[in-house]
């Protein structure tokens, strides 16, 4: 009789440990939600002049020459990944215009809260040099602090220092070359990835991104070209 309880007893716990393995939700990999699947991007994935690194396409003396301007001008190499700063613009225009440029020149990319701008390298330091409208590297960096930082100090004389230099030339600020802008794309949300989660709370296996302050942001989304944003000349450097 022992021995038929025992028997029993093992013979239920089996079937209840297969029960539980079989009724056991299988987890799932988690993929980005369809509807921002095509338009999200990891700011760690676009590298930034105003932190000191250049994105740049060409030959070694496209690199040169880039060095040539600034010594301490980091450059990196995104050879492959062209295609992915190109999905960036939609325009046709400006795509080409783009594509032109990455073919043999350095291209910047500067990401802010609400926009980003995709400018290349040139060698004119004066705004009024060829029609061009350039940016100083010292505005762009002001740029980039202002809308990293919450201090209203801060903020205060950040403003005031942008308002003085906004028109001023790369080369009366000393500085060795000029940035001159290609294409600016909205930035629709800026935020962190997280798993969606159903009505108890269970998380799923659908990410989609919380909205979150841009400071602490890891992924934006983006949208289509602002308006005003015409694609500069596609010379080379």
């Given at each position: ?5 025992i ?21 799932r ?6 509807d921002?699947?095509?338009k ?29 301007m600034?010594?301490?001008l980091?450059l ?11 999905n ?29 701008k ?21 505005y ?6 202002l809308?990293?930082?919450?201090d ?9 220092e942008?308002?003085s ?5 790369p080369?009366?600020?000393?500085e060795?070359f ?17 798993n ?12 989609n ?5 841009f ?12 308006d ?10």
């Amino acid at each position: 009789m022992k021995k038929n309880i025992i028997l029993t007893s093992l013979v239920f716990g089996i079937a209840t440990a297969l029960v539980t393995a079989c009724n056991k939700p299988t987890e799932r990999p988690s993929v980005v939600h369809k509807d921002i699947a095509g338009k999200l991007f990891a700011m760690n994935e676009l590298s930034e002049i105003t932190s000191g690194a250049a994105l740049y396409s060409g030959s070694d003396a496209t690199e040169t020459e880039v060095l040539k301007m600034d010594d301490s001008l980091t450059l990196m190499e995104i050879e492959g990944r062209n295609q992915d700063l190109l999905n960036l613009v939609k325009n046709k225009k400006t795509k080409k215009a783009l594509k032109a440029h990455l073919a043999n020149g350095a291209v910047a990319v500067v990401v802010l809260d609400n926009e980003i701008k995709i400018l290349k390298l040139v060698k004119e330091t004066h705004s009024n040099l060829e029609g061009l409208n350039l940016t100083s590297l010292r505005y762009l960096s002001r740029l980039k602090e202002l809308v990293k930082t919450s201090d209203k100090l801060a903020q205060n004389g950040l403003v005031s220092e942008l308002e003085s230099i906004k028109h001023i030339s790369p080369a009366d600020l000393n500085e060795p070359f000029g940035l001159s802008q290609i294409a600016a794309i909205k930035i629709e949300k800026h935020g962190v990835l997280d798993n969606e989660k159903t009505d108890y709370n269970e998380k799923k296996s659908v990410l989609n991104l919380v909205e979150a302050p841009f400071e602490v942001s890891t992924h934006i989304i983006v949208g289509d070209e602002i308006d005003g944003s015409a694609p500069a000349p596609a010379d080379a450097i």
